[in-house]
């Protein structure tokens, strides 16, 4: 019994120290560099609109389930000048918690064929992996993976009940960040072994009842309808996407890998376990190799769909050879692939990178798994070599390839007194440029007493601004105005604060800001040419035509 406490104390060590220790390095070393007006902030805005009481849905246009900015209020409410820096802060512990649950749940699911050192290096490389370079901002896609991600964690290493209705409750709480996360929970279900056990089923609907409770009680039921049902194309995000060249040939190399690894000799192979040394080098090696091209390339799509074939091919390998009976592997991959999968579901961002992390640890245990057949040292080897390529790739990828972003070495102008909530974050000539002539406008309309509104690329600076965003969306653009239903409510309200209200027009494209200034396409955008239309222009700035 001592030993046995000894040993989960020292887990509970090692745990603490990842998550406390890589998302702290990773927030001094890279949270400073970058930022842009179009993602950065967006899911803050709609944080600042709750804090304020405003009724999501009702009050506000939001076409995804509110709880991620409600899972990100603190940040504004306590974050002050360095929103934006401690916000930051979480992001990096949400991939570090990520990373570490999937290898706990993995190392669970596989018999334990990873000792602690072994399991902080793998972390490691998934939190390279899965952070890459994506935007590093609160956001809804993120926060599903790590409630799923958690919720997975305790299911799988605490079986009493009470223990897994709060992880049924977790993985189903996803989807209250993002649709897209629905099909999580019911197939958890499914794949664990738990179908027979109702008080599980009523566990996943729980939040879905409430949710609907709230949107009834504050009259906002039909608006949510419209709203959350704006967005379609799944057919082409959820199936086309995955048609291509990278996840047939993942396939194929992970079918025929675990083939290699699963046998002692083939034909064109007659040493003795050869075979299963090509295959182990192939699951762990390869994919690294590609994983830290693709870091220093700042080119993952292709490769997260290899990996996420790899994944697949092992799985059609074990159940075509009826290897799948082995207890928790099969149903912990498929959950893993899904979950790749339902973070994938995305207009912006059609590709399951988010997930390359825990993918490779799959890839790694399943060779791990075989270890008393191949030699350790190769196998550690393979491991190390693997592991650096991908951190050195990300050391390389991090500071070069910033979301919409120019390079470090560019970003030499501080936000501070610039942008409300920007304390310690630094951006390129451009954007700072763009938001001091933004500030000198909206300072201007405020002396005459007036609100302004800023149309259309600018969520992230009402996150903390002086004033309340009029309007009813914080992203008037085609993403978030889904149908004309949608565009309608924003004209209208533009309407109704006719004479108190001066709206901002964006003459260049934020999206660009760090390429240079790029005109405005107002075609795109149906409340720009609205208000072109429709109001008078009585002022512009360098970067700002102003209607009133």
């Known amino acids: 019994m001592r030993i046995k406490t000894k040993l989960a104390n020292r887990d509970v060590l090692v745990s603490v120290a990842f998550l406390l220790i890589v998302p702290t390095l990773a927030h001094l070393l890279f949270s400073w560099r970058g930022f842009n007006l179009v993602d950065d902030g967006f899911t803050l805005a709609y944080s600042r609109r709750i804090l304020e009481g405003q009724v999501p849905h009702r009050d506000f246009i939001i076409i995804r389930p509110f709880l991620s900015p409600l899972l990100h209020t603190p940040f504004v409410l306590f974050g002050g000048d360095y929103t934006y820096w401690v916000s930051r802060f979480f992001v990096w512990f949400q991939f570090a918690c990520i990373s570490w649950a999937w290898v706990c749940i993995t190392n669970r699911a596989f018999g334990n064929p990873f000792d602690n050192p072994t399991k902080l290096f793998v972390a490691l490389a998934s939190f390279a992996a899965s952070a890459h370079y994506f935007v590093l901002t609160a956001w809804h896609?993120?926060?599903?993976?790590?409630?799923?991600?958690?919720?997975?964690?305790?299911?799988?290493?605490?079986?009493?009940?009470?223990?897994?209705?709060?992880?049924?409750?977790?993985?189903?709480?996803?989807?209250?960040?993002?649709?897209?996360?629905?099909?999580?929970?019911p197939f958890s279900i499914l794949l664990l072994g738990?179908?027979?056990?109702?008080?599980?089923?009523?566990?996943?609907?729980?939040?879905?009842?409430?949710?609907?409770?709230?949107?009834?009680?504050?009259?906002?039921?039909?608006?949510?309808?419209?709203?959350?049902?704006?967005?379609?194309?799944?057919?082409?995000?959820?199936?086309?996407?995955?048609?291509?060249?990278?996840?047939?040939?993942?396939?194929?190399?992970?079918?025929?890998?675990?083939?290699?690894?699963?046998?002692?000799?083939?034909?064109?192979?007659?040493?003795?376990?050869?075979?299963?040394?090509?295959?182990?080098?192939?699951?762990?090696?390869?994919?690294?190799?590609f994983v830290a091209a693709g870091l220093y390339r700042g080119s993952l799509a292709t490769v997260s769909f290899g990996i996420f074939g790899m994944v697949l091919g092992v799985v059609l390998y074990r159940v075509s050879t009826g290897i799948a009976r082995d207890e928790d592997k099969v149903p912990v991959v498929l959950i893993a692939l899904l979950l790749a999968w339902s973070a994938s579901l995305s207009v912006g961002y059609n590709f399951p990178t988010l997930l390359l992390g825990p993918l490779f640890t799959i890839l790694a245990a399943f060779v791990y798994s075989v270890r008393e057949s191949l030699d350790l040292k190769f196998l550690r080897t393979a491991l190390a070599v693997a592991g650096v390529a991908i951190v050195l790739g990300f050391g390389v990828a991090r500071p070069t390839y910033i979301y919409r972003e120019q390079p470090s070495s560019e970003l030499t102008r501080s936000l501070d007194g610039v942008l409300p909530g920007g304390r310690l974050i630094y951006t390129n000539p451009n954007t700072y440029d763009f938001l001091v002539d933004l500030n000198a406008a909206t300072e201007?309309?405020?002396s005459r007493n007036r609100k302004y509104a800023i149309v259309p690329d600018a969520p992230g600076y009402w996150v903390q601004s002086k004033q309340t965003n009029p309007l009813p969306v914080d992203w008037p653009q085609p993403v978030e105005l889904g149908n004309q239903r949608l565009v309608d409510r924003?004209?209208?309200?533009?309407?109704?604060?006719?004479?108190?209200?001066?709206?901002?027009?964006?003459?260049?494209?934020?999206?660009?800001?760090?390429?240079?200034?790029?005109?405005?396409?107002?075609?795109?955008y149906a409340v720009v040419k609205y208000v072109q239309a429709n109001f008078e222009k009585t002022d512009e700035t360098e970067f700002f035509e102003l209607y009133e």
Not at 248 to 260: D, F, I
């Open 141 to 185: 896609t993120v926060d599903g993976i790590f409630l799923s991600s958690v919720g997975v964690w305790v299911l799988l290493t605490r079986k009493h009940t009470a223990n897994r209705i709060v992880g049924y409750a977790l993985i189903a709480a996803a989807y209250l960040c993002k649709q897209s996360f629905l099909f999580m929970a």
């Open 194 to 289: 738990d179908w027979r056990e109702k008080k599980y089923w009523l566990t996943i609907t729980l939040p879905a009842a409430g949710y609907c409770a709230y949107l009834l009680a504050t009259g906002s039921f039909s608006e949510a309808v419209l709203q959350l049902t704006s967005q379609s194309g799944i057919v082409s995000t959820g199936l086309g996407s995955y048609l291509n060249y990278g996840t047939l040939l993942g396939v194929v190399a992970g079918y025929c890998s675990m083939y290699l690894l699963s046998t002692s000799t083939v034909p064109l192979l007659r040493t003795r376990h050869v075979s299963r040394y090509v295959g182990a080098s192939v699951l762990i090696v390869v994919p690294a190799f």
């Open 444 to 446: 201007e309309v405020s």
């Open 490 to 524: 924003v004209t209208r309200d533009l309407e109704a604060e006719r004479g108190e209200v001066v709206i901002l027009v964006q003459k260049v494209q934020a999206f660009y800001l760090a390429d240079g200034f790029v005109p405005l396409d107002e075609d795109q």
